[in-house]
């Protein structure tokens, strides 16, 4: 019978492959898969040579909305350990991902499950859960890892879990940590002396996207091109923030890769105003393939931008 | 078709009243875990004590902390959809066959449903689906369109699912009519698992393989009985074989359906991605004691999404399904006609349906559906076998991920009967948590 033959067939190269799993090499490196490319190259700056990274949004896409492809379940498959933004960022694609990669050791609780807002303050946790605002996150606003002072909390929490996955590791990972964070103090310095000129400048932004950076550096964000999160600019909404920019002496906006940088170059030609490309993930632009690259990119076209349009 | 249960419905939603109402468990513990860590300021650096203090307060304090969606410990959702629209045939239903099809001139509101779903424990997921509509005739109705469980921690790549659920046959068949990309079910679909798709009670296997690329193999075992099991014993049968259906039963495993499926898909490029699958079902029909049905399915899905993708646009995507049924009868008696004995024979059809969408910008998608349905001639004609052609182009508008409106138009040949045109819009609302799709 046809139905009887195809189940043999199934059973057959289940067994198979049962009695090749049995003798695999003991892997070298741990698997981290990351979220987003931010998380990864935190974790490259931590995990070093010990670990092996794979990201599964693209650096200049939209992290709310990401594919989840088949590939990304074989990559959680086989993965040791994933970070998370968490606070709903991945919420649109990364449940129905991890129903299907069957992988103990990425679940959540498990030593392996990383999820960077965990212990992270949240700015933006609405006192009401309602709709009718837009697309809020019920966790706070998620984009938290252009605050360097979040960042290295996020690389801390990462160099204690990998520890725990591998303790044989937990120093060099504790090395790598330390690196980071001089690395990290030094530049901070950096940015707050490039940004304390421009201290309460205006910004505007396309998301709510940048509410992390404006609140370490002292900076304003006064209007956001989007009337609330998720919902796409109006004409009447954008007429709102032109008048605003034109009273308040806005006149510079940020937006990321994946946002409609034509609809803020309208708004830009009517403020005199100037649209910067401000990336928040690392390898959007080439040569910023790490976290403090990124950040150097970032807050450096920030700087000049509200140089030349002070 | 479903029953009338207005004591399930009221059950349900008062349930539903409770849960939300109840009181909800602060999540300190959670947000406290790691506070310790909170202190840490760049060594070195001037931190800014004016935020950095500020802060510190809200995170720490678990009163400053309102109530969380997931310490629910579940996810509920509501998404309704309602139709408004005319067609050139009076008798819609005839055209229209799926369940969650637009059934009259006028307002149909063909599908309101709630979802829950959450972790039962570190082992097994749990899904609910019930859904609720008003029928042809006004009546409200309801099913229990999938229950079930799926483990997450099995050995060797392994997973179970276990309850109702959609048999895994073909890429449409287990998606619920929230996830459509047209207003109506596809010809073929309903013409080999009938108005509500190919579903029941039972368990399903599946095996990921240690490939490089995703493989995904399954067999599903369900009852081969029931309203939702078309093409095998249910009771509707006679649409399709013109005789009079002989009792279901589970006599042996051998009267189960078994549904091998087979999955395999590449990444073409970092922005394309193709999907394969070969699926079957095999089990007895009622046409006899001892007679059969196999259904044969291929699907492909193709789709390419920009690099700098906002929103999840722009996008364009292909999916198409073929699927051939061969439902072989029993010399039977003529439901017509008692003293007439249909003779032996197999009763084959064919059908496909190919789509092609393009996420033109933000929220905006436009669709283009053909597909074809022809049975072979046999000693019994029925309507349902009837060939047919049809076209559907259709424009959707999403105002927000949380609503959608659509405008279709299906233009209709059917073979003996003649063409027909329908117009259809369609409304969706989503409330509470979003269930995320599937690729």
């Given amino acids: ?310 | 078709m479903p029953t009338t249960n207005s004591y399930a419905l009221t059950f349900t939603l008062g349930a539903l009243v409770l849960l939300v109402t109840a009181p909800l468990p602060a999540q300190a513990p959670r947000n406290v875990a790691r506070t310790g860590s909170l202190a840490r300021q760049p060594q070195g650096a001037e931190p800014d004590t004016t935020t950095a203090s500020g802060s510190k307060t809200t995170a720490a304090s678990p009163q400053g902390t309102p109530p969380r969606a997931p310490s629910m410990y579940m996810n509920i959702g509501f998404s309704g959809l309602m139709d408004f629209g005319w067609s050139s045939e009076a008798d819609v239903p005839s055209l229209q066959r799926g369940d969650h099809d637009p059934i009259v001139r006028g307002f149909t509101i063909p599908n309101e449903e709630l979802t829950l779903d959450g972790a039962v424990d570190p082992y097994f997921k749990g899904f609910v689906n019930v859904v609720y509509k008003i029928d042809a005739a006004g009546e409200s109705a309801f099913e229990l369109e999938e229950a079930y469980i799926l483990t997450n921690s099995l050995p060797a790549n392994l997973q179970i699912k276990a309850g109702q659920f959609f048999t895994e046959f073909g890429r449409q068949n287990a998606q619920h009519p929230h996830a459509w990309a047209f207003v109506d079910q596809p010809l073929v679909l309903n013409q080999m698992f009938g108005g509500d798709g190919m579903r029941g009670q039972g368990a399903r296997l599946s095996w990921l393989a240690p490939t490089s690329w995703y493989t995904e193999a399954m067999v599903t075992l369900q009852n081969s009985f029931g309203e939702t099991m078309h093409s095998f014993q249910s009771e509707a049968s006679s649409d399709i074989h013109g005789g009079v259906p002989v009792e279901p039963e589970v006599q042996s495993g051998g009267d189960l359906l078994i549904a091998p499926r087979i999955a395999t898909s590449f990444d073409l490029t970092s922005t394309q991605t193709l999907v394969l699958g070969v699926s079957g079902a095999f089990g007895p029909n009622n046409s006899g004691p001892s007679e059969r049905t196999s259904v044969y399915g291929a699907d492909v899905y193709w789709r390419w999404k920009s690099a700098t993708a906002g929103q999840g646009f722009p996008f364009w995507s292909f999916q198409s399904e073929v699927i051939s049924r061969n439902y072989d009868a029993a010399p039977r008696e003529a439901a017509s006609n008692p003293t007439v004995t249909l003779p032996q024979e197999s009763i084959k059809d064919n059908g496909w349906y190919a789509q092609l969408l393009w996420g033109v910008r933000p929220r905006i998608v436009a669709g283009l559906r053909a597909e074809g349905v022809n049975g072979d001639v046999t000693s019994f004609t029925s309507p349902l076998r009837a060939d047919r052609f049809r076209l559907s182009p259709n424009f959707t508008m999403y105002p927000s991920e949380f609503s959608k409106v659509r405008l279709q138009y299906n233009y209709d040949d059917r073979k003996g009967i003649g063409r027909d045109h329908s117009l259809w819009l369609q409304f969706e609302f989503i409330l509470g948590a979003h269930a995320a799709h599937r690729f």
């Fill in chain 1, 1 to 310: 019978m046809r139905t009887l033959s195809l189940f043999t067939i199934l059973t057959a190269a289940f067994t198979g492959t049962l009695n090749t799993n049995s003798s695999p090499p003991p892997p070298a490196k741990l698997n981290v898969v990351a979220t987003t490319p931010d998380l990864g190259a935190l974790a490259r700056a931590i995990g070093g040579d010990q670990i092996e990274v794979k990201v599964l949004a693209k650096p200049t896409e939209d992290p709310h909305f990401v594919d989840p492809k088949p590939s990304h379940i074989v990559t959680l498959n086989r993965a040791d350990v994933l970070i998370e933004g968490g606070a709903e960022l991945e919420l649109g694609w990364l449940p129905p991902l991890m129903e299907s990669a069957r992988n103990s050791k990425i679940q959540p609780g498990a030593p392996g499950r990383i999820v960077a807002s965990q212990g992270i303050e949240m700015l933006e946790i609405p006192a009401t859960f309602d709709r009718s605002k837009g697309d809020i996150h019920s966790l706070g606003n998620p984009h938290f890892l252009i605050d360097p002072v979040r960042a290295k909390q996020v690389a801390a929490h990462i160099a204690e879990q990998l520890g725990k996955v591998q303790p044989a590791s937990a120093d060099v990972f504790n090395g790598n940590l330390k690196s980071f964070d001089a690395a990290l103090d030094a530049k901070y310095a950096q940015w707050q002396k490039a940004l304390e000129p421009f201290k309460s400048s205006k910004i505007v932004t396309y998301h709510k996207d940048f509410v992390y950076l404006a609140d370490r550096f002292n900076l304003s964000v006064v209007e956001t091109l989007e009337p609330k999160p998720g919902i796409a600019p109006s004409p009447a909404h954008l007429a709102e923030v032109i008048t605003a920019m034109r009273n308040g002496k806005a006149r510079v906006i940020l937006v990321q890769p994946y946002q409609n940088r034509k609809t803020a170059e309208t708004v830009a030609r009517q403020t005199s105003g100037v649209v910067l490309d401000t990336p928040q993930q690392p390898g959007a632009v080439p040569g910023t393939d790490t976290y403090l690259q990124m950040m150097d990119h970032l807050i450096q076209t920030i700087v000049n931008g509200l140089q030349e349009n002070k």
